[in-house]
C-alpha cells in the first residue's frame, strides 16, 4: 500500500468539509517528510541534497504555518525586497506541487474548474487556486507578482487577492531592455518598497538588501561551478530535487540557507566519482510525480539530469552600487522576459557548459510560451546537432496525464542516444 | 495590407499613412500548419491566425504583414514563429505595458515611434504627425444611444474576442447585439489631451480603453463591468480555448452578474458553429418572457396530439401526447447516418402503433442536435429548454438535471417554477459521455448493457485517471493486463464519468433535487458513483432517454391549448 497515497486520501476527504483540519495534517505530514528524508532517504542521495529538501519542506510549513509572515509570489518576483522585511516567499508553482506531492492535486483542480477557471489554464494556477477556495490555502500577508513568463500571474493573484481583500502589488516587466524600461521598473520598485514599509512598520535598510544581493551572487557562482563540474562527475539525483532547486535559485535566493546550499553542493561533488552514462539537460517543468520518468531517472547510473534552464534564467552578478537598479535590470533580462531567440542561445550553450548528450523539453498543459516555442528550439538543437525530445504532459495533475505515450517517446529517446 | 489582432495596436497612425490595416479573423476548420510549427495546447484563435497568416503570406501579393502587440503568450511565440518562417514580410511585435499610467505611455510611445519607423523603412511610406491628429480629432463621443427594438432581446457580449461569424448568429437567433466588448468590439477612442507630444498622448489614450485581461489595470473593470452587464438582457461571456485569461473574470463574475449570464466557450474553427447556435438559442429561448399560464383552453370533445421529437447523435426518440397531456407512446430508435431518415422512421412508427394518421397531429416539435434537419417539424426548440420542461413535469422539485447523452453531458439549473436558470455543457471532447462507455465497455469485452450491472459487484479501488477516451482505453487495456478484476475496472470508468459530471454540476451550483436523463441514466453503475459524490439520491425517469422528447411535446401543447 502506498503510505503517502493513503494519507492523500484521508486528506481528500477533510478537504471540502474540514479545511483547516486538512491544512493541519498537510503540516504533519510535511514534518514527517522532513524527518523521512533526514533519516530513512535513499543512501545514493548526496547530503546537500538533503540540505535542499529541508530548505523546501520548512518553506512551505512556514507559509501553512505563518502566513501573517508570508507574501504569495510567482518565480519572479524580487523577493530580496520581500526578505528585507522578514517575508517568507511561497510562489503558486511551489505550493502547487507540494499539493501534487500528496497526490490530491486533482481535488483542487477540479475545484478550481467547478469555480468557473478554464480547463485549459495551468494546472499550478488551478490548483493554486482550488487550495485557496477550498480554504486550505491560508491567506497571507500580501502578494507581490511581476508578469515576466506567463500570463496567468496577474490574473490569478487579481482573482485570490479580490475574494481575500489581500494587498496586491503588480510588477510590469517590460520586454524591451533600454534605460527608459529600467526606470519604469525602478519606479514601481520604489512605489512597492513604501507600501512594504507600511505594511510592516518597518523601515528598508538598503545596506540589508546589499548583503543579500551579495549571497546572491555568491550563490550564482557557486552554481555555475557546480554545474561545470557536473559536467564530469556523478550526482545522484531525482525529479523531485531537481525541481526543488528552484527554492534555492528563486524563491530563496539571497538567503543565508540557500547560499550555504551551494557552498555545500560545490565541495561534495569534488568527492563524487566521474559519470559514465549519458547526461541529459532538461527545458522547463519536470512533472516529478511521473512514474515513467522516475523509473527513468531517478538515482540512474545510466542517465542524468545536468539542470534544467528554469534554474540558470538569470546568471549575471548584480551590482551593488545601485542595487534597486539591478534588481529592476535582473527582471528585464530574465531569460523568459526576451525574445524566444535568446533561448535557444541560453539552452545551447547550456548544453556544452553541463557536457549535455541530448535535451528534453517538457510541454507543460497551459504554459503557451513555453510551448509555443518549442519547434523553434527543435529546429536549433537540430542545427547544432543536438539529439531533442519533445514530451507532452501535465507538471502536476495526474489525471491528465499520458503515460504510455510519454513512456515510449522516452524509452525511443533514450535507445537512440545510448 | 496589413492587418493587426490587438485593440491597443495603434491602428490609427497606420490608417494615417494611407496603409488599409485590418483585424485579423481566421476562418479555418483545422489547425495543419499550426499544429506542427505551433502546439496543439496553443490559443485557437492564434493557431487559427497561423494557418491565415501563412497562406496568405504564401499566396496573397497584397499582404504585407502583421503588427502585433506583447498581448498574450501565445501571440508572442505567433510573431517569433511567423517572422521566422516569412521574413520578407513585415512582422512587428509592440512591447506593450500593463498600466495606464504617463510613464507607460511614454514607454509605449517610443514602441510604437520604433514600430512607425520600421513601417516607413519597409514599405517606402512616411508617417506625418498632422495626418494623425487630424484623423484622431474626427473622433466623437457617439450620440444618444439608439433606442432599441420593443421586446426584441437586447444581448451584451464580453470576454475574450469573437468572431463575424457570432455577431451574425446572435444577430440571426433574433436578438439586438448591444455592445461587443470583447478585446477587438467596439473601438472608441477619444481626440488626445494636454501638452505632451502627440505620440505620447495617443498612447495614453490606447492604453486606457476598458482594460483587457492582461493588463494591470484590469482591477479597475470590476466597477465598470456592473454597470455595463446591467444594460442588457443577457450576456454572453466569450472565452477562447486555450486562452484562459477571461475564464478569470468569468469566474468572478458569474455568480454576481446582475442579468443572466451565458459562458460560451469556442474553439476557433468553424466545426463549433452548430453547438454555439445550439447555445444561443437555449439562451434567448431562457430570456424570453414567459407567456403567462392562461387557463387551458378546453377543447371540448376534440381530440388532439402533440408530437416531440428528439434527434440525438445516438438515438432518436419521439414522444406523443395528447390534450390532457397524457403520454400516449414513445419509441427509440438508433440515429443512422441521416438524421431526417430516423426522425422519419421514429414518427412513422409512433403514428402506427397509435394508430393516427399524420393529419391527426396538431403540432411536431422538434429538438436535439439534428433538430434543424428535419423538414416537418413545426418549430425547433433546444433541447436543454426541453430536457427542463420534461424533467420538471415529471418531476416537481427536480432543480438540477444532468443530461449525458451520446456525445455530450449537460447540467441545466431550473429556478422553482421549472424554468432554464442556468446551464453547462461540456467541451467538444467525448470524455465523460455516452461515446466514452461505449469505448470502455467495448475494451472489456462487455456489452453497453451490461457495464453498469457488472461494476456494482466491485470489491477493490481502481483508480482511471485519464478523462481522454483514448488514453483511458490504453488505462483500461494496461488494467486487464494486470489481472484486475473486469467489475473493479467498470467500476473505475463509472467513477472517472462521475468526476466529470461533478465538475459540470458544481458550475450550476449543486442544488437539490437532482434528476439524471439521457441514455446514460439507464446505467446504474453511473448512478452508484454519482450519488457516493453528490451523497443525495438521484431522481431517474422511468425512460431517461425521452425526457427530451417529452419537453418537446409539452411545449408544443403549451403553444396549442
Known amino acids: 500500500m502506498d503510505l503517502v497515497k493513503t494519507y492523500g486520501n484521508i486528506i481528500r476527504k477533510n478537504l471540502e468539509t474540514h479545511p483547516v483540519a486538512a491544512r493541519r495534517m498537510i503540516n504533519v505530514g510535511l514534518s514527517l517528510e522532513n524527518l523521512r528524508v533526514q533519516a530513512f532517504s535513499d543512501k545514493r542521495m548526496p547530503k546537500a541534497s538533503k540540505e535542499l529538501n529541508s530548505l523546501a519542506v520548512n518553506k512551505i510549513r512556514e507559509g501553512l504555518k505563518t502566513p501573517e509572515k508570508t507574501a504569495w509570489t510567482n518565480l519572479f518576483t524580487p523577493v530580496e525586497l520581500l526578505q528585507c522585511f522578514d517575508l517568507n516567499c511561497l510562489s503558486v508553482e511551489a505550493v502547487s506541487s507540494f499539493f501534487s506531492g500528496f497526490t490530491i492535486e486533482d481535488s483542487f483542480i477540479r475545484y478550481g474548474e467547478g469555480k468557473g477557471l478554464a480547463p485549459s489554464l495551468c494546472s499550478y494556477h488551478k490548483c493554486f487556486l482550488g487550495s485557496f477556495f477550498s480554504g486550505v490555502l491560508p491567506v497571507p500577508k500580501l502578494a507581490v507578482t511581476a508578469s515576466t513568463a506567463c500570463d496567468a500571474n496577474f490574473n490569478t493573484f487579481r482573482l485570490a487577492g479580490k475574494e481575500a481583500r489581500l494587498p496586491v502589488f503588480y510588477l510590469d516587466i517590460p520586454g524591451i531592455r533600454s534605460e527608459e524600461a529600467v526606470d519604469y521598473v525602478v519606479r514601481q520598485l520604489h512605489a512597492l518598497l513604501g507600501s512594504l514599509e507600511k505594511l510592516t512598520h518597518r523601515k528598508f535598510d538598503i545596506d540589508l538588501l546589499r548583503e543579500i544581493l551579495q549571497r546572491e551572487n555568491e550563490s550564482k557562482r557557486l552554481y555555475l561551478q557546480f554545474l561545470k563540474k557536473k559536467a564530469k562527475k556523478a550526482w545522484p539525483t531525482t525529479l523531485t530535487l531537481q525541481m526543488y532547486e528552484l527554492f534555492a535559485t528563486h524563491l530563496s535566493i539571497g538567503t543565508e540557507e540557500s547560499l550555504h546550499f551551494f557552498r555545500s553542493l560545490c565541495k561534495e561533488i569534488d568527492h563524487m566519482p566521474d559519470f559514465h552514462g549519458k547526461r541529459l539537460f532538461w527545458v522547463h517543468l519536470i512533472p516529478f510525480y511521473h512514474p515513467v520518468l522516475k523509473d527513468a531517472l531517478n538515482f540512474s547510473d545510466a542517465f542524468q539530469l545536468q539542470g534544467m534552464e528554469m534554474n540558470i534564467d538569470n546568471t549575471k552578478p548584480l551590482d551593488l552600487k545601485d542595487p534597486i537598479r539591478s534588481l529592476a535590470r535582473k527582471m528585464i533580462d530574465n531569460l523568459y522576459n526576451r525574445p524566444f531567440e535568446y533561448k535557444e542561445k541560453l539552452v545551447l550553450k547550456a548544453v556544452q557548459h553541463t557536457n549535455a548528450d541530448g535535451v528534453i523539453h517538457f510541454c507543460h498543459w497551459g504554459c503557451k510560451q513555453s510551448i509555443g516555442g518549442v519547434m523553434l528550439l527543435k529546429e536549433a538543437m537540430k542545427k547544432a546537432g543536438i539529439p531533442f525530445l519533445i514530451l507532452d504532459g501535465d507538471g502536476i495533475d495526474r489525471t491528465n496525464d499520458t503515460p504510455g505515450q510519454i513512456k515510449t517517446r522516452l524509452e525511443a529517446f533514450l535507445e537512440m542516444i545510448r | ?561
Open chain 2, 1 to 561: 495590407m496589413l492587418y493587426y489582432i490587438c485593440k491597443y495596436t495603434p491602428i490609427e497612425a497606420f490608417s494615417a499613412m494611407g496603409v488599409q490595416i485590418e483585424r485579423l479573423e481566421p476562418e479555418v476548420s483545422s489547425f495543419p500548419k499550426a499544429d506542427s510549427f505551433l502546439h496543439p495546447n496553443l490559443c485557437s484563435y492564434v493557431k487559427g491566425a497561423y494557418e491565415l497568416c501563412s497562406q496568405k503570406a504564401e499566396e496573397d501579393p497584397d499582404f504585407e504583414g502583421v503588427v502585433f502587440t506583447t498581448c498574450c503568450d501565445s501571440v508572442k511565440r505567433l510573431f517569433d514563429v511567423l517572422s521566422r518562417k516569412y521574413p520578407n514580410k513585415f512582422w512587428f511585435v509592440l512591447d506593450l505595458p500593463r498600466m495606464g499610467n504617463e510613464f507607460a505611455a511614454k514607454l509605449y510611445a517610443s514602441r510604437i515611434r520604433a514600430c512607425l519607423s520600421a513601417y516607413e523603412e519597409f514599405s517606402g511610406r512616411t508617417f506625418e504627425e498632422e495626418e494623425l491628429s487630424t484623423l484622431l480629432n474626427r473622433n466623437k463621443e457617439p450620440d444618444k444611444a439608439v433606442v432599441s427594438e420593443p421586446g426584441r432581446l437586447r444581448i451584451g457580449v464580453v470576454g475574450a474576442r469573437i468572431s463575424s461569424h457570432l455577431r451574425k448568429l446572435i444577430e440571426d437567433a433574433g436578438a439586438e447585439l448591444l455592445f461587443d466588448q470583447t478585446c477587438t468590439g467596439d473601438r472608441l477612442l477619444l481626440p488626445p489631451e494636454g501638452n505632451r507630444p502627440l505620440l505620447e498622448a495617443y498612447a495614453y489614450r490606447l492604453l486606457n480603453q476598458l482594460p483587457c485581461m492582461r493588463m494591470a489595470e484590469a482591477v479597475n473593470r470590476d466597477p465598470m463591468m456592473l454597470p455595463l452587464l446591467q444594460k442588457a438582457d443577457g450576456i454572453v461571456y466569450h472565452t477562447i480555448k486555450f486562452c484562459d485569461n477571461y475564464s478569470f473574470e468569468y469566474a468572478d463574475l458569474k455568480d454576481r452578474s446582475p442579468v443572466p449570464l451565458l459562458a460560451l466557450e469556442t474553439d476557433g474553427t468553424t466545426l463549433s458553429y452548430g453547438q454555439q447556435r445550439t447555445r444561443i438559442e437555449a439562451f434567448l429561448e431562457e430570456l424570453s418572457p414567459k407567456k403567462q399560464k392562461h387557463n387551458r383552453k378546453t377543447t371540448g370533445d376534440k381530440k388532439m396530439y402533440v408530437i416531440g421529437i428528439d434527434s440525438g447523435s445516438t438515438s432518436t426518440n419521439a414522444v406523443l401526447i395528447n390534450e390532457k397531456l397524457e403520454i400516449l407512446d414513445f419509441r427509440v430508435i438508433r440515429t443512422g447516418a441521416k438524421s431526417i431518415e430516423s426522425a422519419e422512421a421514429v414518427l412513422k412508427s409512433v403514428l402506427k402503433n397509435a394508430g393516427l394518421q399524420r393529419s391527426d397531429i396538431s403540432r411536431i416539435i422538434s429538438t436535439g442536435y439534428g433538430r434543424v434537419s428535419i423538414p416537418f417539424a413545426d418549430k425547433n426548440i433546444t433541447e436543454i429548454t426541453c430536457h427542463g420542461k420534461g424533467a420538471h413535469f415529471l418531476f416537481p422539485e427536480v432543480r438540477t438535471i444532468l443530461d449525458i447523452g451520446g456525445q455530450d453531458s449537460k447540467a441545466i439549473r431550473l429556478n422553482e417554477k421549472g424554468e432554464v436558470a442556468d446551464f453547462v455543457m461540456n467541451d467538444k471532447c467525448a470524455a465523460g459521455t455516452g461515446r466514452f462507455l461505449e469505448a470502455m465497455a467495448r475494451t472489456l469485452e462487455l456489452s453497453i448493457e451490461e457495464l453498469g450491472p457488472v461494476s456494482l459487484r466491485s470489491r477493490e479501488v481502481v483508480e482511471i485517471s485519464s478523462m481522454c477516451t483514448v488514453f483511458a482505453e490504453s488505462e483500461v487495456i494496461s488494467l486487464i493486463a494486470l489481472n484486475k478484476e473486469q467489475a473493479d475496472i467498470a467500476a473505475g470508468v463509472h467513477r472517472a464519468i462521475a468526476n466529470k459530471a461533478m465538475t459540470l454540476l458544481r458550475k450550476t451550483g449543486l442544488i437539490p433535487s437532482f434528476c439524471m436523463t439521457g441514455g446514460v441514466a439507464k446505467n446504474p453503475g453511473v448512478i452508484h458513483a454519482l450519488e457516493q459524490q453528490l451523497g443525495e439520491k438521484l431522481l431517474i425517469p422511468e425512460e431517461p432517454e425521452i425526457v427530451g422528447a417529452l419537453g418537446a411535446a409539452l411545449l408544443g401543447a403549451e403553444d396549442l391549448f
